[in-house]
């Protein structure tokens, strides 16, 4: 059984930097694919970032530059270092893994960022 669990979310002045990392149950390796959404009220949940099982990386417009994923397996966990933060990242913000068998989508239940201005 997979389960999802982010954490490190919290409140921040603009310019700021946060940590979030999303702990994977179960086998890590059994992820293809994992990344970081976000979402706010009223809006449709965006993609931020992703990181492949190999290691390629890509990052939405709005964050390249300023955040990075990685990836640690040993720990079974993924990570996102989000720095120079605006009040436009403010989103509960969401961890994705896609599995390998079955390509089945799973979600955190997501991490409250605020970045005041």
């Known amino acids: 059984q997979v389960q999802l669990v982010e954490s490190g979310g919290g409140l921040v002045q603009a310019g700021g930097s946060l940590r979030l990392s999303c702990a994977v149950s179960g086998n890590i390796f059994s992820m293809n694919v994992m990344g970081w959404y976000r979402q706010v009220p009223g809006k449709q949940r965006e993609w931020v970032a992703l990181?492949?099982?190999?290691?390629?990386?890509n990052y939405a417009d709005s964050v390249k530059g300023r955040f990075t994923i990685s990836r640690d397996n040993a720990k079974n966990t993924v990570s996102l270092q989000m720095n120079s933060l605006k009040p436009e990242d403010t989103a509960v913000y969401y961890c994705?893994?896609?599995?390998?068998?079955?390509?089945?989508?799973?979600w955190g239940q997501g991490t409250q960022v605020t970045v005041s201005s």
């Open positions: 990181i492949t099982s190999v290691g390629t990386t």
């Open positions: 994705k893994g896609v599995s390998r068998l079955g390509g089945r989508d799973y």
